[in-house]
Structure formats: structure tokens, C-alpha cells
């Protein structure tokens, strides 16, 4: 055990801000933080894009599924995918990097680095005291986002992260068993008698939460989550930013 382990045994979305701004040193850090997480074949495919203007900001917390909260925090950050430098790279060497750009590799490419550099930026904030919240709510709108952003050709957001002074933490949620993530060798399809007994957990989590208690499960939640969210629209979306159209 060790100081990190635990900090990051311990992470919760905060929701709730102290009206506390962050100073431009500590930005400084977790930008430097996020920059220092891996990438793979050294592509740093991603962009960090802080939405500092106060209308803008409250533009995209509503069109992001309505959560003031995203104003409240002290600062707010998108993680872009990012395949416009090299894009432009290519063409100065006049190598065509088209066929790769137009695969789904690509996309995924500059999620998985603009996810890395995110979670990152997290620990750094949570070493600090500070408090976060992914937003994945960007994506909800994120034509209309990617205008206000005046995203290029290339680039897509990827999600939010809210950064602040927690004024009150969520409740540690308890995670799925590692017996049911964790598979030694090969996938074990043999966790159905773990993930119910995790069902049952998490129904005596919910219901015993303070402040926002209900008879559910984790499964009731996750599956009516993906029920809901359709973002239909996602593939022409990347396509008209000139990716994912193989």
C-alpha cells in the first residue's frame, strides 16, 4: 500500500463546487500532468481545449444534458481527439495518410490519448485536494459543441472534465468484484454468479444512499442508460470531420 494506491482507491464524482478558483499555477500542473501520460507510437493525438469565457461555458453545460454544475466548478476542460497535426504532417511530407485517417483505428487513436492524458489530469487534481467530473454529456450535442469550440477537420470531443474545490464528495461507489474484471490467461465467461451477487450490492447501496436513494441495481442503471442514449448521429458526425468513413 502507498499513498497513490489509496488516492486512487478513493476517487468519486464531486458535483457540488466551493466558489474557489484555481490558480494558473495549479492549471499549469495538470496540463503538464495530462502531457506526461502515454501515448501510443508517441502520436499525441488529442487536444486539451479549457472553456474559460462564462457564457460559453454555461452554453455547453446546457447543451450537455442541463448540469449547472459544469459552471460552478472552478474550471472546465474538453479532451479532443486530435488527428489534424498529423493530418497536416502528412501532407508536408506529401505522404498519404488518408486510407488510416478514414479507419476506425484512428478514432480510436485519439480516444484512448485524450483518455489517458484525462485520467491523468485526475489524479494530479485529486493529489491536490481538488475534485473532478467527467462529462460524457458532451457528446450529446456534439455538433452544435464542436461549433462553439470551432473544432477543425480531424478533431472530435471526446468528453469533459469539471475541476474544483469539492464542497461535498458522492458517496464511494463499490466496484464490480476484481474476480469479475480481473481474468488470468483467458476471458472467463463464468462471472454471471458475481455480477449478481454485485447486483445485490449495489441495490443495497443505492438504497441505503443518502440524499438520493432508489430500489435499483447497477445493472438497472447501465442498461437503461445505454437505453436512453441513442446519439444516432455520431458516424455522420465523424465522417464530416473527415474520419471514420471505411
Request: with cysteine; aromatic share 8%; net charge negative.
Amino acid at each position: 500500500m502507498n499513498e497513490t494506491t489509496e488516492l486512487l482507491k478513493k476517487h468519486v464524482s464531486v458535483r457540488q463546487f466551493l466558489d474557489k478558483k484555481i490558480n494558473e499555477e495549479q492549471v499549469t500542473e495538470l496540463i503538464l500532468a495530462a502531457q506526461s501520460a502515454s501515448s501510443a507510437s508517441f502520436l499525441q493525438a488529442y487536444t486539451i481545449i479549457g472553456v474559460e469565457d462564462d457564457k460559453l461555458k454555461g452554453k455547453i453545460a446546457e447543451l450537455a444534458g442541463n448540469q449547472p454544475f459544469i459552471s460552478e466548478g472552478s474550471h472546465f476542460f474538453v479532451f479532443c481527439a486530435d488527428l489534424q497535426r498529423l493530418h497536416r504532417l502528412s501532407q508536408e511530407r506529401n505522404i498519404d495518410i488518408q486510407p488510416m485517417l478514414e479507419g476506425v483505428d484512428a478514432i480510436l487513436a485519439g480516444a484512448i490519448d485524450a483518455s489517458l492524458a484525462a485520467q491523468n489530469m485526475t489524479v494530479a487534481a485529486e493529489s491536490m485536494g481538488l475534485g473532478v467530473c467527467y462529462i460524457g454529456g458532451i457528446r450529446d450535442a456534439i455538433v452544435e459543441i464542436s461549433d462553439l469550440l470551432e473544432l477543425p477537420e480531424y478533431v472530435f470531443p471526446v468528453f469533459g472534465l469539471v475541476v474544483g474545490y469539492p464542497k461535498a464528495k458522492n458517496e464511494l461507489k463499490p466496484r464490480i468484484p476484481m474476480a469479475g474484471i480481473y481474468h488470468i490467461d483467458k476471458y472467463n465467461k463464468d462471472t454471471d454468479e458475481i455480477i449478481n451477487e454485485y447486483e445485490e450490492t449495489t441495490r443495497r447501496y443505492y438504497t441505503n444512499r443518502i440524499g438520493n436513494s432508489s430500489n435499483k441495481t447497477w445493472g438497472d442503471g447501465t442498461v437503461n442508460s445505454f437505453h436512453r442514449l441513442s446519439r444516432m448521429g455520431m458516424k455522420d458526425y465523424l465522417n464530416k470531420q473527415g474520419l471514420a468513413k471505411k
